[in-house]
């Protein structure tokens, strides 16, 4: 993403990078106008490969485990497929961990080899190409409401926005996830847990948007085939009411939401983007300055998920209590004023 630093934004004019993870075709122009599964560059990915060890499965010496295979080098086989098993009292089984064909054994374990897979980038939003990025994929330039998320499981989806909670502070339940839900994107308040993740995928959503996220969740999260984004971190924490407020008002719109998550080396955060009819109003510059009255939220304890006013923006360097010396603004967080560092805003309009 182009933008300075991170924005709640009803109306903004959002560039969005599109790109591959490794270099390929691209198939779109400079200025063509895109719909969201407009496809706009391809690459093939490299085979995934596994060593299954078929003795430490079965807990047999590697001298007896071809005994116990039930595939031979060539064979192609399903995820689930049985490999090889061991009868008698253990009664244990080694299946295939992903779609793919047996191509060597050895030392008691089995190599399978994934088929390569065609990776097709679409544009995930609709918009107009502004740039094209050889080899690799293209800038797409769409008008909508923007927000940025702190975490994301790394998926992304286009589909309908259905706000299933009254308030911010409220989390979602599986009494929440209904048909009514079916393949959209759902947006709670506070919090998710196991069993409302569980209804949500037997309900095919298409993306979960929450306030926090609990931290035993995680390796569970990242396993899911949809996005799902915590707009203020990990932990029980509210989403806030200013994000909240702007997702209900969205409620029934066509959004696209990217879980893309990076905290170093060019770093990514995930977003929301909701595509508006440029007739909503003018919008506003991301690139704008900071200035006094300008709406902001802090991104770090001690004020994390609060929001406020810049009331004073000090010329120079602060030094902190951490030692650091850095820019930031004097924000009125309803009365009480305090110093936060620019890289600890977020705007808010």
Not at 240 to 259: H, M, N, P, Q, Y
Request: proline share 9%.
């Amino acid at each position: 993403m182009f933008l300075p630093y991170s924005i709640v934004n009803p109306l903004t004019l959002v560039r969005i990078v599109r790109e591959l993870p490794r270099p390929g075709q691209v198939s779109v122009m400079e200025g063509d106008t895109l719909e969201p599964l407009h496809i706009v560059a391809q690459t093939t990915l490299p085979p995934n490969f596994s060593v299954i060890n078929i003795a430490q499965e079965l807990a047999v010496p590697p001298k007896k485990v071809k005994q116990a295979l039930k595939v031979e080098v060539g064979d192609v086989v399903r995820k689930g497929h049985v490999v090889a098993a061991r009868g008698g009292l253990s009664n244990r089984v080694c299946t295939a961990p992903f779609n793919g064909t047996i191509t060597g054994f050895g030392r008691g374990r089995l190599l399978l080899e994934a088929q390569p897979q065609m990776l097709n980038l679409t544009a995930l939003v609709p918009g107009r190409v502004t740039q094209v990025l050889p080899n690799k994929g293209a800038i797409i330039e769409t008008l909508g409401a923007f927000i940025e998320g702190i975490w994301g499981n790394g998926k992304e989806s286009y589909g309908v926005l259905r706000v299933v909670v009254r308030a911010a502070r409220h989390p979602i339940r599986p009494k929440h996830i209904d048909a009514s839900v079916q393949g959209a994107i759902v947006v709670g308040g506070a919090r998710l847990d196991e069993e409302t993740l569980t209804q949500a995928i037997e309900m095919q959503v298409r993306g979960i948007i929450v306030g926090g996220i609990p931290p035993a969740l995680l390796p569970r999260l990242s396993e899911v085939d949809f996005p799902i984004i915590a707009t203020e971190g990990i932990g029980n924490i509210p989403m806030s009411d200013v994000t909240f407020k702007l997702l209900r008002s969205l409620d029934g719109r066509e959004a696209a939401i990217c879980g893309q998550l990076r905290t170093r080396w060019g770093a990514l955060r995930p977003y929301i983007v909701v595509p508006m009819p440029a007739q909503k109003g003018s919008p506003i510059d991301p690139e704008s300055p900071l200035q006094i009255g300008t709406r902001v939220r802090a991104l770090r304890a001690p004020n994390l998920g609060s929001s406020g006013e810049i009331s004073d923006l000090p010329t120079g360097l602060i030094h902190l209590e951490t030692g650091a010396r850095l820019p930031g603004a004097q924000v009125n967080f309803g009365g009480e004023v305090a110093f936060v560092p620019f890289v600890n805003l977020e705007r808010l309009l």
